[in-house]
């Protein structure tokens, strides 16, 4: 069974930084890709980042590029989300997802097959 448990999240200035983890379990992580999503208050959840099982491919929301880094550890069976330079508009519930490929790091949900419970994430202006 897989399991994905995000952490991280809190409240921070615009302009600040935080870093999400998201742990998993169940199979073996080195071998599928992994994406960040978000979703605000009243909106669709959306893509923010995914990374492909090797780490050597990422993929970014125009709204995150730049700003936001995705990377994992597979020793450590994690994927981070370092977001950087903050905006309110960033305020959003951010869930980890693991694709069901080793390589498809692409937007669309229904190619990632698990998701975490998602973690909140604030930013005052």
């Known amino acids: 069974q897989v399991q994905l448990v995000e952490s991280g999240g809190g409240l921070v200035q615009a302009g600040g930084s935080l870093r999400l983890s998201c742990a998993a379990s169940?199979?073996?992580?080195?071998?599928?890709?992994m994406g960040w999503f978000r979703q605000a208050p009243g909106k669709e959840r959306v893509f923010v980042a995914s990374i492909s099982a090797s780490g050597y491919n990422t993929h970014y929301a125009d709204s995150v590029k730049g700003r936001f880094t995705i990377s994992r550890d597979n020793a450590k069976n994690t994927v981070y989300l370092q977001m950087n330079m903050l905006k309110p508009e960033d305020t959003a519930v951010y869930y980890c997802a693991q694709g069901s490929r080793s390589w498809y790091i692409g937007p669309l949900d229904h190619e990632y097959e698990y998701w975490g419970q998602g973690t909140q994430v604030t930013v005052s202006s």
């Open positions: 169940g199979r073996t992580f080195s071998s599928y890709a």
